[in-house]
T-cell receptor
Framework: EDKVVQSPLSLVVHEGDTVTLNCSYE??????LLWYKQEKKAPTFLFML????IEKKSGRLSSILDKKELFSILNITATQTGDSAVYLC?????????????FGKGTKLTVNP | EAQVTQNPRYLITVTGKKLTVTCSQN?????MSWYRQDPGLGLRQIYY???????DKGDVPEGYKVSRKEKRNFPLILESPSPNQTSLYFC???????????????FGPGTRLTVL
């Protein structure tokens, strides 16, 4: 059975801290892994990762994929209160021309001033 | 403006009363999908559609129906809603789901459904 597991499920830090969020997966026919940020509304796209070892970066956020060990990490440096959100990891499962998308349960990040 | 719209945004209904949540996208996307989000369970895919007239079950399809008669619309139908379908529902679309690398999904604003 395909699964995506995120850890930790919840994290509380202070502004300025650096955090690392984890996503491990077991999905057949792996093609890509997606990270989303969800504040009090719809998820918004952060990164799509397809190749091992290539870091994707956007400001203070970065992410990397390890296809051998089947995981990805999302790093946030110098956290701000605006980074408080649920971070979702999703992995498409491709089979016979169809594509389901399986998400982890998310990591709830709280950044305190 | 490129967007995914859902209606209604909020709905309170009673057990057994059929309802439809509409979803529309204006980006000419092939792939559309419905998710439900529940506390502690994350986002779970209900149904998805690779293109017009092509739909398939996600992980939690029981109690739901969908149709894809036009590329832009993907309504979610609850024929006989029950209280366990109380949830936050998201529609999403992407350019294509069946490609060498999966495309970014754009999410609608969500529909909060309460079934009494």
């Amino acid at each position: 059975e395909d699964k995506v597991v995120q850890s930790p499920l919840s994290l509380v830090v202070h502004e300025g801290d650096t955090v690392t969020l984890n996503c491990s997966y077991e999905v057949t026919n792996f093609r890509s892994l997606l990270w989303y940020k969800q504040e009090k509304k719809a998820p918004t796209f952060l990164f799509m990762l397809t190749s091992s070892g290539i870091e994707k970066k956007s400001g203070r956020l970065s992410s990397i994929l390890d296809k051998k060990e089947l995981f990805s990490i999302l790093n946030i440096t110098a956290t701000q209160t605006g980074d408080s959100a649920v971070y979702l990891c999703g992995v498409p499962h491709s089979q016979g021309g169809s594509e389901k998308l399986v998400f982890g349960k998310g990591t709830k990040l709280t950044v305190n001033p | 403006e490129a967007q995914v719209t859902q209606n209604p945004r909020y709905l309170i209904t009673v057990t057994g009363k059929k309802l439809t949540v509409t979803c529309s996208q204006n980006m000419n996307h092939e792939y559309m999908s419905w998710y439900r989000q529940d506390p502690g369970l994350g986002l779970r895919q209900i149904y998805y559609s690779m293109n017009v007239e092509v739909t398939d079950k996600g992980d939690v399809p029981e109690g739901y129906k969908v149709s894809r008669k036009e590329k832009r619309n993907f309504p979610l139908i609850l024929e006989s809603p029950s209280p366990n379908q109380t949830s936050l529902y998201f529609c999403a679309s992407s350019l294509s789901g069946a490609s060498a690398s999966y495309n970014e999904q754009f999410f609608g604003p969500g529909t909060r459904l309460t079934v009494l």
